[in-house]
């Protein structure tokens, strides 16, 4: 069939923003030379049984504007010095293709595959530094193809066909240096001990495995979907590890670890379960953790990270790992509402030259936020927390931490598949896409992975999500009962780990025919471990089908009825056209993983001190203000839709002028109700060096960040994120058991439990030179709380002048790890880290609570980066105000060490008596006051305000 | 009891809290899928106030609203002209806007002439925003004392309350040519403005927003049914609790909307007794 060409372009009169940000993109990433202008033109290719009329028709009425676009059909021949197009790779997801190609059905009755490219005429430069700018800026070879001309194909690529028969892997009688090339080779990343463990079972049974179960075995035995490495048996010498639970001591004072998650984050949540907290209604075991939030409401938080693929293809490996996220709520029980999102970005600084094989940082984050945004804002869930990382360690391993809050039914937070329920899935089709994601992520990444693992890198389609949400909410909420007894996301591994897990306890038979494919040819291997994007599957009594049916019709969401749950023997059976082409039982897939023992060493650095207490404050300030770790996020946050579902109280930005950086978020989840739910997170990896500090410090951030906008530290529950760099080695997971030990402590401490938590324990990059990049020891803890009246919230930005400030908690002099000492390493100070005390931090909490509950406080800041000057700092001009405080006993170095535990608070002066009452426990001065003037004042040294906000807005702009 | 129709699609994600708007304003509700729509366009006609919500209807897939305005103008176009006929007031924010001007409702016939038989050609286009971003913030809003339009006709604000939300990618308001922009003026169909000092987008004469000739078709960038209560105000903790009283600007909108129907089927009621 004839493949037509229509180019849509703007009118020669009118505006082309996309050509000028292109533009502007070039510039900011410093390429030489630079066009004289850019034009873009929206290439759409049509294949299929129409006509030159037809063509026109589609041009006239659906694809151009008439009042500032022009179309033509063909190609237009142009006055550029050169053009480039930028098309999808074949196989790649192009959703406005697919969306034309259903317009088109429903407008003219015609089947048409589409597919969109983009036009770039570039004026003022050749074609060899166009196609520098469209490398650099404008395409990634991973997912586009990038044509030096205007590319008009005679037909489109169509899905190569595959041998359908699922081949018998010889794995009894291999030798152990085969069995570990086979791993590799077939990208199973399964250990010797574990490739032995899968070579016996099979010789037990009498045969081979076949192709599909060892691909089963290998994606649910991965460290992605089973964190073989937390719950490991460890061997731990190190300090601070006695009278821990399911710590074993030995008697040269070595301890075995049985389990630690078991032995340390999850120990720290049971045990406050038992000593007392009674709103946390689901832990550890579904697909994200939830609490109570009132007496018919239950609140839901997962955050995961989707570090690898962003590494090769930003864009699409952060939409799709926000995608996931929010699947994970459509996930749990049966079915959240998702209601809020939240990002957290660690790269390298913008200056830092990216190694071979890696994309510039700049580049990197601005197309995760571009996928962020494109897919949360889509989707309709505000992305409103959050925080970015500058590292140069991130270089070649970026980490994208998505999180995501919904809120359901409390009567609806649990549910489990029974014999005979049939076994649907809901969304998006299954393609080649996204296979070997659950393996890769458990990998390294090399200079080559970009073109190892392109196809574990995915493009998502919002749309086709939110149409899922919206019909599997409808079915939730059905008059008649919820028509699902479970339901999963697909995430990593695919059909293989949703239905696995679901069918664990009664097993599952799968007819893999009946999945929908986006193009003919996979094989049953492959349709059974695509992680295609935007699929749930569900467990559907045969007499809710019709029902379920006929809401996924409303809203258009493809449906399939792929078997039925419940087998003789709980036993996984794969089928394809009727013939088994796979049986595996569930005890030996999920039971079957031999437990590994690692050895972990941990010594502490003896912390020093590099001489006399000295720094130049007046010209220190600026510079932190403008340390992109501390800078304005405003560039990133505007871009995201934080406001849509009308529930947000207390945004990423506050203030008068809306540019103050609010120190957590505020919803309210029930509509109508006055009950707030506050969403924040800790981040201290400038404290890696003990991770330890860095986990503690991490926890105190979190709680404090969410006290300050009115949560209530009794009621946040918290969740894990850990990015190791390995955790192969001792001494790395010597570290990992130190973080954890750190978890542990601080939980109890602050009597937060964690309710859910993910780790990723490979993110290195090895150049190459084969010189490996190690990232810093990353745990991210993020937190909810309930707000009891969101009347009490209170925002950092300074109030009134005359009111009073309050400096909560003692400062000392340790800058280990401080910004100050990044901006200035020659800087002489204290170089240790600070310490969490865990009688002041949780103590200070509570106080900091009691007086924004009584009403008594008008702004509340936590003192962290940049530590107490950063803070006055934005406080003054969040507010559009001066602040004049003199401080007795704090040396100029402790004016900026990051003390944790600390608080600014701004109280009317008739207040300052009732306040100081209610903190007559902890640490509490009345510092200075808020006043009328432009300047910031502190003892000695002065700044204007303006100055220092303009650092602040410059700092960190993409 | 007067009825609203929230009508939703793929995508569209605005629909609850519009709905809520016209509950708080008085209103009940009732939300209608385009897949049944236009099985059924009838069910426009059960309408007392209709609610095209904000989202990335299709994806926003070719343009913003684009494809669900074409597959409206071929099944709906007439159901919605016999419901403005019949004195029915519609709102259209953010993607609504998109779609109302791309389905023919916006700006409409001019005063005095009658609604064409078939959705006339796009007269007003919404473009990406002159920074080629999807941004969103509270701006200031500015309502012009002529407007024809029942919905922002009448607004109480203070200088802290003349705030609206935007969030959206393509909100740059284009008319087709400058004496269509000097009609719209004249005729009191421009229904909102942005301060010219706050122009977020490049919208051509700070245009925010737009009605019909009738005045009862509002479509703008911004979403009104983003500001029912004083919390979601962009810095409501610092305002006292006495400027927080009285209903915000975005409810005070869904209120004149609602009370022009309940006036209408007064007089109506007069009439006949």
């Known amino acids: 069939m004839p493949v037509f060409r229509i180019e849509i372009a703007p009118q020669p009169t009118a505006a082309d923003p996309a050509g000028q940000a292109a533009l502007h993109q070039a510039e900011v990433a410093g390429i030489h030379p630079l066009p004289r202008e850019v034009k873009t033109t929206a290439i759409y290719l049509l294949e299929g049984d129409i006509d030159e009329a037809g063509v026109n028709t589609i041009a006239q009425s659906l694809l151009h504007d008439p009042v500032t676009q022009t179309h033509f059909e063909g190609t237009r021949s142009s006055k550029a010095d050169a053009t480039i197009e930028i098309h999808p790779l074949p196989g790649v997801m192009d959703p406005a293709g697919q969306a034309v190609e259903l317009a088109i059905e429903k407008l003219l009755g015609e089947e048409v595959r589409v597919q969109t490219g983009v036009r770039y005429d570039f004026y003022g430069i050749d074609a060899t530094d166009a196609a520098k700018i469209a490398h650099r800026c404008l395409a990634n070879t991973v997912v586009h193809g990038i044509h030096n001309e205007p590319y008009h194909p005679d037909e489109f690529p169509s899905g190569h066909s595959h041998d359908m028969s699922v081949p018998e892997v010889p794995i009894i009688g291999l030798s152990d240096d085969e069995l570990e090339r086979m791993s590799r080779e077939s990208h199973l990343f399964l250990d010797l001990e574990e490739m032995q463990t899968i070579q016996s079972y099979y010789k037990e049974i009498g045969r081979n495995p076949k192709e599909i179960e060892l691909e089963t075995l290998a994606q649910t035995w991965s460290e992605h979907c089973v964190h073989k490495t937390l719950k490991a048996t460890i061997h731990y010498s190190g300090p601070n590890a006695e009278n821990r639970p399911h710590h074993e001591l030995h008697d040269d004072g070595t301890h075995t670890i049985h389990n630690l998650l078991k032995s340390t984050v999850a120990a720290a949540t049971f045990e406050l379960i038992d000593e007392g907290i009674d709103w946390c209604l689901s832990v550890f075991v579904d697909n994200a953790g939830i609490i109570k939030f009132d007496d018919e409401h239950a609140v839901c938080f997962k955050a995961e990270t989707h570090n690898h693929p962003s590494a090769l293809e930003p864009y699409g490996g952060a939409a799709t790992g926000i995608g996931g996220c929010i699947r994970d709520i459509m996930g749990t029980g049966l079915s959240a509402r998702p209601i809020a999102a939240t990002d957290v970005f660690c790269v390298a600084e913008f200056e830092n030259e990216a190694p071979q094989g890696c994309l510039q940082s700049r580049r990197i984050l601005g197309e995760v936020v571009r996928g962020v945004r494109d897919y949360g804002n889509r989707m309709g869930i505000p992305t409103l927390n959050g925080s970015v990382w500058f590292d140069n360690n991130y270089a070649g391993n970026p980490l994208v931490f998505c999180g995501c809050v919904g809120v359901m039914p409390i009567d609806k937070i649990e549910g489990d598949p029974e014999h005979g329920d049939r076994i649907i899935a809901i969304g998006g089709r299954t393609g080649r896409d996204g296979i070997h994601g659950a393996t890769f992520s458990s990998a390294e990444l090399t200079d080559t992975h970009a073109d190892e693992f392109s196809h574990a890198v995915q493009i998502g389609n919002a749309i086709t999500e939110k149409q899922a949400l919206d019909a599997i909410l409808e079915a939730r909420d059905a008059e008649e009962g919820c028509l699902f007894r479970a339901i999963t996301d697909c995430g990593a591994g695919g059909f293989s780990s949703a239905i696995g897990e679901m069918g664990e306890k009664i097993g599952a038979t799968v007819n893999l025919e009946h999945a929908p494919l986006k193009y003919a040819g996979l094989t049953p291997s492959e349709i059974w471990i695509s992680e295609a994007q935007e699929r749930m599957v569900l467990a559907v009594p045969q007499s809710n089908v019709a029902a379920l049916q006929a809401i996924c019709d409303k809203h258009g969401a493809e449906m399939c009825d792929l078997g039925e749950f419940g087998t003789e023997g709980a036993e996984l059976v794969l089928k394809y056209d009727g013939d088994t082409v796979g049986q595996i039982s569930m005890s030996f897939l999920h039971d079957g993983l031999p437990g590994t023992t690692r050895i972990a060493l941990w010594s502490p650095e003896a912390s020093s001190h590099n001489g006399e207490d000295k720094v130049n404050i007046e010209a220190l300030l600026p510079k932190l203000l403008a340390h992109p770790n501390i800078a304005s996020k405003q560039s990133i946050i505007q871009q995201y839709d934080h406001e849509v579902q009308g529930r947000s109280v207390v945004r990423p930005l506050v203030g008068p002028l809306g540019d103050a950086p609010s120190d957590a978020a505020v919803v309210t989840p029930v509509r109508g109700s006055s009950r707030g739910l506050a969403i924040g997170s800790g981040l201290a990896t400038g404290l890696s060096s003990d991770p330890y500090i860095m986990a503690t410090a991490a926890i105190d951030e979190c709680v404090r960040n969410i006290v300050c906008v009115g949560g209530d530290p009794e009621t946040t529950a918290i969740l894990d994120n850990f990015c190791w760099p390995s955790a192969n080695d001792e001494a790395s997971l010597g570290r990992l058991v130190r973080c954890a030990h750190g978890c542990y402590d601080a939980a109890k401490a602050y009597r937060t439990p964690f309710i859910s938590g993910k780790d990723s324990l490979n993110n290195q990059f090895t150049k190459d030179d084969g010189e490996t990049i190690y990232i810093p020891p990353t745990l991210l803890v993020s937190g909810f709380s309930i707000v009891e009246d969101i009347e009490q919230c209170v925002t950092m930005d300074a109030k009134q002048s005359g009111n009073k400030l309050l400096l909560i908690g003692t400062t000392t002099d340790s800058c280990g790890g401080s910004h100050a000492l990044m901006v200035e390493p020659s800087m002489e100070c204290n170089t240790s880290l600070p310490q969490v005390s865990f009688e002041e931090g949780p103590a200070n909490a509570k106080a900091v609570h009691n007086a924004i509950k009584c009403g008594l406080i008008q702004s509340a800041h936590d003192l962290s980066e940049g530590g107490l000057l950063v803070s006055l700092a934005e406080m003054a001009f969040g507010g559009g105000l001066g602040i004049s405080v003199s401080i007795d006993g704090l040396s100029d170095t402790m004016l900026v060490s990051e003390t944790p535990s600390r608080y600014l608070l701004e109280v009317a002066p008739e207040d300052v008596g009732a306040v100081q009452e209610l903190m007559n426990s902890v640490h509490c001065v009345e510092i200075g006051e808020v006043n009328d003037s432009d300047e910031l004042r502190v003892n000695e040294y002065s700044w204007n305000c303006d100055t220092l906000r303009s650092c602040w807005l410059e700092g960190m702009v993409i | ?273």
């Open chain 2, 1 to 273: 009891m007067t009825k609203a129709l929230i009508i939703t699609a793929p995508g569209i994600n605005c629909d609850v809290e519009l709905e809520e708007a016209f509950q708080l304003a008085g209103a009940t509700t009732f939300r209608s899928h385009i897949n049944q729509l236009m099985d059924e366009p009838s069910i426009i006609d059960e309408a007392d106030l209709i609610g095209l919500p904000g989202g990335f209807s299709y994806g926003d897939s070719v343009a913003a609203g684009r494809i669900m305005a074409q597959l409206m103008r071929q099944t709906m176009y007439e159901q919605f002209v016999s419901a403005l006929k019949r004195g029915v007031p519609m709102i259209a924010p953010c993607n609504g806007f998109q779609i109302a001007v791309q389905l023919g409702l916006l700006p409409g016939p001019t005063p005095g002439q009658g609604w064409s038989e078939t959705p006339s050609e796009p007269t007003v286009s919404l473009a990406q925003n002159n920074s080629a971003r999807f941004i969103d913030r509270w701006v200031g809003i500015d309502v012009p004392q002529d407007t024809r339009c029942i919905w922002t006709k009448g607004l109480e604000t203070t200088e802290q309350s003349a705030l609206i939300p935007i969030a959206h990618g393509e909100g740059r308001f284009v008319p087709k040519d400058e004496e269509l922009l000097r009609q719209l003026d004249v005729d009191g169909q421009i229904a909102c403005r942005y301060l010219p000092s706050d122009n977020p987008n490049g919208s051509v004469g700070d245009v925010m927003g737009i009605c019909d000739s009738s005045g009862l078709v509002l479509g703008l960038m911004p979403h009104p049914e983003r500001f029912l209560r004083w919390s979601q105000h962009p810095y409501w903790t610092r305002l006292s609790k006495e400027s927080r009283s009285g209903d915000p600007l975005g409810l005070q909108m869904f209120k004149n909307a609602v009370a022009y129907v309940n006036n209408k089927s007064a007089e109506k009621e007069t009439v006949h007794t």
